[in-house]
């Protein structure tokens, strides 16, 4: 099993839906839980991280965590064409002398079409 | 400033040939990894380091080899490829105590044959 899963759909929703993304994890040493986005060929860019549980909200993206269920979700409000790209969870384990590895889900291709 | 670089964006190998993937960043960042992506598999942890002189291995290390004997760079070798080599490599950068913000480059495709 791995340590992190994510659904990779692929995900097709129309202009201005709310959209879901969820990963599950098993380790429960995991403190960091990030968000990245990637385009078509190109690099991984971080879109939101949060610290231990709790929500996160930057405009139209929100992040929450549930540490109880090792559950992590990202929420995009009114979703645009140019939100489509895949969407990789991440997650480390806090500080100290680990160099904070990140292990990442496999991604969810998403398509918002107009 | 240009952020993490990489260089080739695409190359084409022959099984059994070496060659080197190129790294550099111009943040100063003390961290820096490499990572393989593959389908279905998310990205993986290949080799890291965290400050000039200093190396260790990641989750799929076999076959790489790196070194860094600057702040800057961080090259990625391939001794010996091989198919299961081929994949989309990306190199990554970060400041030390800031684990949750990684800047990734925007990768080189390889294909061995």
């Known amino acids: 099993q791995k340590e992190v899963e994510q659904d990779p759909g692929p995900l097709s929703v129309p202009e201005g839906a709310i959209v879901s993304l969820n990963c599950t994890y098993s380790n429960s040493a995991f403190q960091y839980f990030m968000w990245y986005r990637q385009y078509s060929r190109k690099g991984p860019e971080l879109l939101m991280y949060t610290y231990s549980s709790g929500n996160k909200e930057d405009g139209r993206f929100t992040a929450q965590v549930d540490k109880s269920s090792k559950y992590i979700s990202l929420f995009i409000r009114d979703s645009q064409p140019s939100d489509s790209a895949t969407y990789l969870c991440a997650m480390s384990v806090a500080g100290g002398t680990s160099y904070g590895k990140l292990t990442f889900g496999q991604g969810t291709i998403l398509t918002v079409h107009p | 400033n240009a952020g993490v670089t990489q260089t080739p964006k695409f190359q084409v190998l022959k099984t059994g040939q070496s060659m080197t993937l190129q790294c550099a960043q111009d943040?100063?960042?003390?961290?820096m990894s490499w990572y393989r992506q593959d389908p279905g598999m998310g990205l993986r942890l290949i080799h890291y380091?965290?400050?000039?002189?200093?190396?260790d291995q990641g989750e799929v290390p076999n076959g790489y080899n790196v070194s860094r004997s600057t702040t800057e760079d961080f090259p990625l070798r391939l001794l010996s490829a091989a198919p299961s080599q081929t994949s989309v490599y990306f190199c990554a950068s970060r400041a030390r105590g800031r684990q949750e913000t990684q800047y990734f480059g925007p990768g080189t495709r390889l294909l061995v044959l």
């Open positions: 380091s965290v400050g000039a002189g200093i190396t």
């Open positions: 943040m100063n960042h003390e961290y």
